[in-house]
């Protein structure tokens, strides 16, 4: 708890980020230590100087630390720093990754396999509904939707994952306890129940301009992907996008008509070179890695492929499955999962080549 | 005429194609000769074979072939061999150009630079009103617009062209006289009138299904790059496009939605690497030695870059414009031409970087 208190100290002086504040913590050995070193020696560090060395000095008493720290805890939310083990893996591997993480709710494994979904505020239905439908795609096949809880493309991914049941992460442009838009707070509370809002920020942070840009930065950087669904010509996503590329991240976009102010940013995207985007098979196609993809007809004598790791959903609803072709409110009846559970099941199973559909909702085994 | 009429026989040899055509013409010197060659000697020549042979020579007495002739003259179509100077250069440069072509209309030399537009038959209201615009687009850069008279996207494309008083060129899948489908009728009269309506069928001859590919490969022989605008999943826009590529043919596409099947086709081209079209900008990108891109601030001394060839409107738009910015209405006044001309060239000079638009219809020379 002292060495947190002197972290947090530390991400309260004005003007020292993330990588000079883990220089200091290089430097003197802990955040206890470098709050409390030689104020000249301080001022030594590369990108300090005596400005900022006045202002860490100012930080010594840790009084607005501890504030901070108990409004956050008063949220139900937990610190994660950098250096613990549920700090998310992607995230640390970025230029500049936050020192510490503010979570209400919590981190799983399967958000190692995040795609940010993300767009306009401003965004027509079709964004909406899209939105809505590829992140819940997303979910359904394992993978986690990470956005930014704005109203419009942001708020639509959030709920389209929550409907499948899957896995979402909401990163704030504000401290953990001034969610944004107010009209969004009831969505945080369902986002904490079953995944995570996080935040770098001082929980009694605003919404303020100088965050987004940041904030985006922790969106990509979680990420293995992100997904553009709509965006203006000039537009944050647009930022969070190029930023994207230089973590080494994929940029997926969603086409649009050419006529849709919403859909230039996107093309702009396409024309340099982003996955065109009409289903989450297109995104799956991007990592191999996770979804091989369907092997050449096995030649005779060599070994089988390796089977995907399947969730016990998956397993009940593949068991239900034979070469002859079944309707899916016959295998929902069998399976005894809800019908969404079945649905989200079947999908990714099609997608991991262990279940054909045909038409009219039937399903089988491939041949 | 006389090898016209031998020529115009062969054509209508049932199984000899343009490829093979070539080669006899090319073995015993002149249609003529090859029509009446020894039957062993014609059986002798690669492709032909003893059953081809024997049609060949059923074909001497050249009767059909006046017939066919005889319609062309009557519906006021030329014939055009491939050895015509007035053959369009880029179709004769494809692996297997029509030995001949029925013409009502003419060519003229910006057919040189065409660009094909052509999708689905059952578009989308979107998709026609796109590719009327678009093909408008095209033809106010002085580019010509060849397409197929079918409906829906194809109708769309010439009748933008047309609106734009530029050029366009229909390719049929029938004979000439055999207008498809018969709604176009007026539509072939009105494309004959300013561009040319052409066929490489005999002229009598019904839009036949195996038509259609051989059409294709026309159009986009014809043309500089294929411009798909809505097509489904598996379409003959697609083969069109396939082929194009394999003719050293730019392939383009216009995006839309995810959920309008219509732009599936589209979107599978986006996918295999085709450039995404909102405006012909994104096509004359693609040809910079046709629109050189701007050129970077001439640096001092340097040579000033060489102006693009201008129309006459262009030259007399141009003459209107100055560094203070005119409304079009002025511009349209002063250079006494008609509306619809002058946005023309306005939009032409802005494409050669000679003229800028500022909101409000207003322009000016670049600063």
Known sequence: MEGLE??????????????TIRRLVRRFGSPAAALEADRGEIAAVDGIGPLLAARIAEARPRAEARREIERALAAGAAIVPYTDPAYPAPLAEIYDPPVLLYVKGAFAPEDRHAIAVVGARRCSLYGAAQAERLAGQIAAVGMTVASG????IDTAAHRGALKARGRTIAVLGSGICRI???????LAEEIAASGAVISEFPPSMGPQRLNFPLRNRVLSGLSLGVLVVEAAGRSGSLITAAQALEQGRLVFALPGRVDSITSRGTHALLKDGARLVESVEDICAELP???????PAAA?????????????EEEAVLAQLGPEERAIDEITASCALPPAAVASALLSLELKHLANQLPGKMFRKPC
């Open 6 to 19: 002197a972290l947090v100290a530390l991400t309260l002086v004005e003007g020292l980020g993330p990588v």
């Open 149 to 152: 809880m704005a109203r419009g």
């Open 180 to 186: 944004y838009p107010p009209e969004n707070r009831g």
């Open 289 to 295: 890695y996770l979804f091989p993809p369907r092997a």
């Open 300 to 312: 005779a004598g060599g070994p089988a492929p390796p089977r995907p790791r399947l969730t016990p």
